[in-house]
């Protein structure tokens, strides 16, 4: 019996006012007095903040161009079954400048980088740079770990093996002469991906001997921007950016930036062309291809929804404290009378 008192004592807590919750709290009474006029100002700054998102939103420009091709009578309809380089050109017209900075994009639907086998596919050892990892690929990357012969992959995978090769250039027609716009490529990329997640062993052939590319490449890793020791092989912005999955089927990833030379404040109102080197295949599964030029503003890109949002969710608060005023003055002031 006193064993049974002395182990009592010892697993007691602490006879303070911390272990014994005797700390002083603040328990607030939600009474009718606080609780409308909360919902009032909550709702008031849910409209505030949802019709500057809303205003903001609409004041971004956006142009898209979809050139998939699958009407007969668009430019690059020729290109759409066409195994072959295919090269197809867009016309289209800017009524207003085009405020820059301008962004550069290229846009899939239907398209689903987020399945999880599809994003598991892709050996991380390997695209950190690790020499052991290419001639010895990990299995996450099967089918896509050796070609026919054998031969190791370098990137493995199926989400290399996949990578977006579409190429596009754009110019501006001024005084009946074409003017190419430049495009700049640099930044386009995660800086985590760029600086830390991807590393080059060094970009000598030598390390990639007894390797082979990606079944859909047209060229090896080491020679995608062999003009910028900076933007080639695992660094490379373009396979960067499409290395790093998005989460929804319809998607646009970033492809250049419009920002230098005479461009730098944005595109003059005029007449444009898009020429497209065609040789993505999307119709296999359904998907669209698209080319969108924006501009953003200190929320983002253009998304009336958010704005929305905020503004039915503070009304629906303003109502809600409306509502509560009528019962409570209905069923409690008449109480006080």
């Not at 919750?21 to 409308?36: E, H």
């Not at 970009?203 to 003009?227: A, M, Q, R």
């Not at 990833?253 to 404040?265: E, F, G, V």
Request: with cysteine; hydrophobic share 35%; charged share 20%.
């Amino acid at each position: 019996m006193v064993k049974e008192e002395q182990e009592e004592s010892s697993n007691r807590p602490d006879n303070t006012a911390f272990t014994q919750q005797r700390l002083p709290a603040w328990q607030p009474i939600l009474s009718a007095s606080i609780v409308i006029p909360m919902f009032l100002l909550i709702g008031a700054a849910f409209i505030g903040v949802g019709v500057a998102l809303f205003i903001t939103s609409r004041d971004i420009q956006l142009q898209e161009l979809d050139y998939t091709g699958d009407d007969s009578e668009h430019p690059c309809f020729k290109c759409r079954t066409n195994t072959e380089k295919c090269t197809c050109s867009m016309t289209f017209s800017i009524p207003t400048l085009f405020k820059g900075p301008v962004f550069f994009y290229y846009g899939l639907t239907n398209y689903f980088q987020n399945q999880r086998k599809y994003g598991a596919s892709k050996d991380d050892n390997q695209l950190y740079g690790d020499l052991d990892y290419f001639t010895n690929p990990s299995t996450d990357c099967d089918p896509y770990t050796r070609d026919s012969k054998n031969m190791p992959i370098v990137p493995c995978g199926a989400l290399a093996n996949s990578m977006f090769n579409d190429s596009f250039s754009l110019s501006h027609t001024v005084n009946g002469v074409q003017k190419i716009v430049p495009l700049d490529g640099k930044g386009i990329a995660w800086w985590t991906d760029y600086n830390i997640k991807y590393r080059n062993p060094t970009l000598n052939s030598v390390f990639f001997s007894g390797t082979k590319k990606p079944t859909n490449w047209p060229k090896p890793i080491y020679e995608l921007d062999t003009t910028d020791v900076y933007n080639n092989g695992f660094i490379n912005q373009d396979f960067l950016v499409w290395m790093r999955r998005a989460a929804l089927p319809d998607f646009r990833k970033l492809y250049r930036r419009i920002t230098h030379d005479d461009y730098a404040d944005g595109l003059p109102a005029g007449n444009y062309t898009l020429t497209i080197a065609y040789n993505y295949p999307v119709h296999s599964f359904n998907g669209k291809k698209k080319v969108v030029l924006s501009n953003v503003s200190w929320m983002g890109g253009k998304n009336d929804f958010l704005g929305i949002a905020y503004i039915v969710v503070g009304s629906m608060c303003v109502v809600m404290s409306v509502v509560m005023l009528i019962v409570y003055a209905r069923f409690k002031f008449a109480e006080d009378v």
